[in-house]
């Protein structure tokens, strides 16, 4: 089971030939509107990738809120820990540009009030709870004490980055993915190493996974002594938007489905390489027979329809 505690936003997405400098407009032809968050993006992709799945967090009383949650309840992801609030749903505002690369302004809504206690009930034994930063860290941080008291894993995406006050909890948590910006920002909050492979063995652990995503040149990860490198496929880039958020949620789907290190870490980088292919970050995501389909065909050695 995975316990998904985080952002629920409507994004609102504008291709542009190129993303605007400060202070300058950029137009677009048209508009499109799509589910997202990080939250419900991992929570919407860890489905998909064959997890049993719930989502906590918060919508507003909006005309918005139906729309946000619509993917998440077609796909079958518990939405009873959803609670809608007196208020606006969250927003995104999203430009993407010509080579898929993206400009995000977020409007947090209903998840500025989203509360460590609504975890009540979701958090037990075998339960990987995966977070992210677009909630109150104060009750993001306050949410891994109380998983691992009940027995539950933590998966972090501390995205946005954190500031310093919080950048701390990188080492309270069994999985952490960041990107490399993210693993930069940390690691200089942080006085660590800012080089990715440098990062990670300042961090590690033997019971603990950290990941640094390469984008475009795949994943370096290491537990304990134990180092990962797995290059990325070439596929077409429309929007990457959501790789993140598939990477993540096709990671926490893969632990919680029993799958080792390597294989989690090939079927993450295969679906984040799969949701490049479309506009929008939940109508990009892919399911796990294409996952496990191409990450087999880029590691053969690493059987990855195995668990």
């Given at each position: ?81 959803v609670r809608r609030l007196r208020g606006t749903t ?46 109150p860290l104060e009750h993001v941080a306050q949410a ?153 065909s880029i590691y053969p050695d690493l059987q990855v329809?195995?668990?």
């Open positions: 089971m995975i316990t998904v505690f985080g952002s629920i936003n409507l994004d609102l997405v504008v291709p542009v030939p190129r993303l605007p400098k400060a202070g300058e407009t950029v137009s677009g032809p048209d508009h499109k509107m799509f589910p997202g968050g990080k939250g419900s993006n991992q929570a919407y992709a860890a489905c998909l990738a064959g997890g049993n799945v719930r989502m906590v967090g918060a919508v507003g009383d909006d005309a918005f809120a139906d729309l946000a949650l619509e993917n998440l309840t077609t796909a079958g992801v518990d939405t009873s820990g969250g927003l995104a505002f999203i430009g993407v540009d010509a080579s898929g690369e993206n400009q995000i302004i977020a409007a947090n809504g209903a998840n500025a009030l989203v509360d460590v206690a609504w975890l009540d009930g979701f958090l037990e034994a075998g339960v990987w709870l995966v977070a992210q930063g677009e909630v891994f004490p109380v998983a691992r008291e009940r027995g539950a894993k933590v998966l972090w995406n501390p995205a946005p980055v954190p500031d310093q006050r919080y950048a701390s909890l990188i080492h309270d948590v069994d999985v952490l993915i960041v990107n490399e910006g993210e693993a930069a920002h940390l690691a200089n909050a942080l006085n660590l190493p800012k080089d990715p492979e440098a990062f990670l063995a300042a961090l590690s652990h033997p019971d603990r996974l950290h990941v640094v995503t390469l984008g475009g040149q795949g994943v370096i990860a290491r537990q304990g002594q134990q180092v990962y490198r797995l290059p990325a496929p070439k596929t077409g880039v429309v929007d990457t938007t959501g790789a993140g958020d598939a990477f993540c949620g096709s990671m926490a789907a893969a632990l919680a489905d029993g799958a080792d290190t390597g294989r989690s870490l090939a079927r993450a980088v295969a679906a984040g390489s799969l949701a490049c292919r479309a506009v929008g970050a939940q109508s990009s995501a892919p399911r796990k027979t294409e996952i496990i389909e191409l990450a087999e329809g195995r668990c």
